[in-house]
């Protein structure tokens, strides 16, 4: 059988769809391995949100050039097949096939043509990617994998943000029916998962036969064995009083909101095509502050966005200065082309973007150090990681207001998917202490 090399660039939509394209090549009894000098079939599942992201990406095909042997196929998928399905052929020529974000269901037809029998019964031991066979028995952070599953709950988006590349490489937006993430979250549950990410670019905006987000987090957080649940993206504009009101009366519920705001200022916002103005973005979080006072609310930023004056970034960092986030995601804006940002005038100089970017930055590490200093002392239930990457002699995990902690490894303990740290030390990265 086919083997094949899986490398996943991007965010958790690219993650959730790699373990889809893996579960579709598991199922035709493919094997994975992490070698990509050995493997029959080559698949990068790639981004297109920022040009870094894009350069990694076109780096990466160099590099797989010279490794991939002549009778090996490349797949690229992902948001850049989409967006430079025209180019792609000329900018890398040893490329064997695209396929954008919407053509998952042509995979299985895809690796047919490319000789992967496709009439065979599904393999019966469970599907293993090459990192967790890596080391059979050993505490490895593939022994934890498992404990995190990405369930999505939309696909697409049709916000049409003016800097935005998402809707054009992964089209309108779908909601999927709530059966099937029901059953999706219970298969999660009896692989060993703790923790379920309800995933989409924008889930406020799910609507499926009348049911929407406040009825859908209420639905699945009822399912018996699911331990911790949280979802990513809320957009501003569509997440209301009934979504705070339903995750105050979640048991389950990880106290965590990412709530992109991406700029202080409504003449940004309305170049942006946001929908909101910073107050109404303001009075939200206070309702939600109300009623979920200790939870985590992070964000993104965008510095230097075209149009963005020095007294808009100002506000931009007033805002972060004033300690309305605990952790923000802060990017340089990045020209998309095809995007209506992409030739708005004037825009910022790239120097610019990043001392602006360093500004607000700084800002936000000053609050989330602040933040992560509050939990010394207590003890906090973390969700194991596996072993520090940094440090292999001690283990590292999240809290649910989604903070690293790492504490010393203990030799002899059976390896634990939650372990209660008491909490000793702060740091912008997050939180060091001890077994409790
Ligand atoms: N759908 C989510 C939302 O609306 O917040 C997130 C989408 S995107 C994968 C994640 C973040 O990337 C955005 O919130 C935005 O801050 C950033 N982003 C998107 N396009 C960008 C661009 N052209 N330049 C810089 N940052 C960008
Ligand atoms: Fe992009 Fe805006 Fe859609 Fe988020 S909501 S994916 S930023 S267009």
Sequence with gaps: MPSIYLQTFGCQMN??????????????????????DEADILILNTCAIREKAEMRVYSRLGQL??????????????????????????????????????????FKALLADWGVPTDLPPPETPMRLPSAEDAPGEDSPAQYAHL??????????????????????????ES???????????????????????LGQNVNSYLYEGLDFAGLLRRVSRIEGLERLTFLTSHPHDFNRDVVDALAELPNIEPRLHLPVQCGSNDVLAAMARLYTIEQY?????????????????????CGFPTETESDFLETL????????????VFAFSPRAGTPAATMEPQVPQE?????????????????????????????????????????????????????????????????????????????????????
């Design 15 to 36: 993650v959730a769809d790699s373990n889809g394209l893996a579960h579709q090549a598991w199922s035709l009894g493919c094997t994975f391995t992490d070698a990509p």
């Design 65 to 106: 050039k010279a490794i991939k042997r002549a009778q090996s196929k490349l797949l690229v998928a992902g948001c850049l097949a989409e967006k430079d399905r025209a180019v792609m052929r000329k900018k890398a020529p040893h490329v064997d096939a695209l396929l954008g974000p919407r053509d998952y269901r042509q």
């Design 148 to 173: 995190r599953a990405l369930v999505s709950i939309t696909r697409g988006c049709e916000k049409f943000c003016t800097y935005c590349i998402v809707p054009y490489t992964r089209g309108p937006l």
């Design 176 to 198: 999927i029916p709530p059966e099937e993430i029901e059953t999706q979250i219970q298969r999660e549950i009896r692989c060993g998962a703790k923790e379920i990410t309800l």
């Design 282 to 302: 303001l009075e939200k979080i206070a309702y939600f502050r109300e009623r979920l006072p200790r939870w985590a609310l992070t964000t993104d930023i965008i």
């Design 318 to 329: 007033g805002l972060v200065e004033r300690g309305t986030f605990e952790y923000a995601f």
């Design 352 to 436: 610019e973007r990043l001392r602006r970017l360093q500004a607000v930055s700084a800002a936000q590490n000053e609050r989330t150090r602040r933040f992560h200093e509050s939990f010394i002392g207590e003890t906090a239930s973390v969700l194991v990681s596996g072993p520090s990457k940094k440090d292999p002699a001690r283990m590292a995990g999240k809290t649910g207001h989604n903070i690293t902690v790492i504490w010393p490894r203990e030799a002899s303990t059976e390896p634990k998917p939650v372990v209660e740290v008491a909490i000793e030390q702060a740091q912008t990265w997050g939180l060091v202490g001890r077994v409790a």
